[in-house]
């Protein structure tokens, strides 16, 4: 895991934004993997900054969202379908018959889940996928308990995580306690993983996340085994890690390198 501990949130989604249009430069037609929640805001709005100064372009890129509630179709303005119209694709240059989202419509999931996946492989897989992080450390909707090997599947939300997302509905909406979601071994599959979070409230989950042992207890402690996950988190979201001084040292040796690489190709 490359953990790198930023000042603030701005700094994070900068940080985040900074890897997918450098992955987007080298490889136009790029498969990107997309999260919702609150976290992956800013980063969005940095790209649809950098597409609006023509730094990058998102024309030839494919996308596939990581999860959506079961029971919400995509004009329901809290379906993640919605959310990604509105937060990103809606002001950027991509061909939005390009961009995936589990239908939380299917008449039935579990084949509709078995499609996705299949959709998934034959973009020829994710190049990079984003991700948040839920405070019991569940990534997409694989909530504790998840299978670590789990592919695209109907899942059910813990109470905690629906607490945590009613704030996004009216008192008295009805609100998905199902969802589908990518599994965890769908996820390991993408080429790289940024994982970000921000704020006090994620530190125990990112502390579980990146210095727990590997456990369905914490989900996203499968990323331990993914050979190129990058956690970029802030000082609040790092505050219980043991080691952030060591991750420190760690990421300014690696951007030395990065730096004396760059050089050696000019
Ligand atoms: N399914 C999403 C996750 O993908 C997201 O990571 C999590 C945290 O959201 P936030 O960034 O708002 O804390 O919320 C939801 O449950």
Known sequence: MQIVILKDAAAVAEYGAQIFIDQINRKQDSVLGLATGSTPVALYQELIKANQANKVSFKQVTSFNLDEYLGLDGDHPQSYRYFMNEQLFNHVDIDKSNTFVPPGDAQNPITACKMYENKISQSGGVDVQ????????????????????????????????VEDNARFFAEGEFQPHLSITMGIGTILEAKKVVLLATGENKADAVRDMCEGAVSAVCPASALQFHQDAVIVIDEAAASKLVNAELYKHIEGENQKLQQYLAELKH
């Open 130 to 161: 984003l991700l948040g992080i839920g405070r019991n450390g569940h990534i997409g909707f694989n909530e504790p308990s998840s299978s670590l090997a789990s592919r695209t599947r109907v899942k059910t939300l813990t109470k905690e995580t």
